[in-house]
């Protein structure tokens, strides 16, 4: 029986870029798997505590935010509007078909 050690950061390194869909390049950079590039991956916590700052309801606007960043990897600048710079955000619906993102 062979016992093969490898360090602890390198196996979640590696399951993490298998889970998010990256491999690494020759250089040893991660890539998408599909070879198509995507937005970085961006703190949704820090994110969505800028977009709701002046929200009358922080807590719910908060969770729906970090609902809407972490579909799209995207949140727009300011406290509210802006949303053309994020399609993926201004066109997620409720149930009942209103806007989720704050």
Same mark, same amino acid.
């Given at each position: 029986?062979?016992?093969?050690?490898? =360090?602890?950061?390198?196996?979640?390194?590696?399951?993490?870029? #298998?889970?998010?869909?990256?491999? $690494? $390049?020759?250089?040893? +950079?991660? @890539? =998408?798997? $599909?070879?198509?590039? %995507?937005?970085? !991956?961006? +703190?949704?916590?820090?994110?969505?505590?800028r977009r709701c700052m002046k929200a009358s309801r922080k807590n719910v606007c908060a %969770?729906?935010?970090? @609902?809407?960043? !972490?579909?799209?990897?995207?949140?727009?600048?300011?406290?509210?509007? +802006?949303?053309?710079?994020? =399609?993926?955000?201004? #066109?997620? %619906?409720?149930?009942?078909?209103?806007?989720?993102?704050?």
């Amino acid at each position: 029986m062979v016992h093969c050690s490898l =360090p602890l950061h390198v196996v979640a390194e590696a399951s993490l870029h #298998n889970f998010i869909g990256l491999e $690494d $390049d020759k250089e040893g +950079n991660a @890539t =998408p798997a $599909d070879g198509f590039s %995507r937005r970085p !991956i961006i +703190n949704c916590n820090f994110a969505c505590a800028r977009r709701c700052m002046k929200a009358s309801r922080k807590n719910v606007c908060a %969770r729906a935010c970090g @609902t809407c960043c !972490i579909k799209c990897q995207c949140v727009p600048a300011g406290t509210s509007g +802006n949303k053309t710079m994020c =399609p993926c955000y201004a #066109n997620l %619906r409720t149930h009942g078909l209103k806007p989720k993102c704050p």
